[in-house]
């Protein structure tokens, strides 16, 4: 599974209210990263 498969799995299951499934390729080292000045930036 490559990155793009992991981001369009993770808003697919987003959309669809699966949070679960939407976190379950994320590990406790994960980093998010939002551009510019958003409240989810790191």
């Given at each position: 599974?490559?990155?793009k498969?992991?981001?369009?799995g993770?808003?697919?299951?987003?959309?669809?209210?699966?949070?679960?499934?939407?976190?379950?390729?994320?590990?406790?080292?994960?980093?998010?990263?939002?551009?510019?000045?958003?409240?989810?930036?790191?």
């Open positions: 599974m490559g990155v498969d992991v981001v369009a993770y808003f697919e299951a987003l959309s669809n209210g699966e949070m679960e499934k939407a976190f379950s390729n994320f590990t406790p080292e994960t980093k998010w990263c939002q551009p510019e000045n958003n409240k989810f930036s790191v």
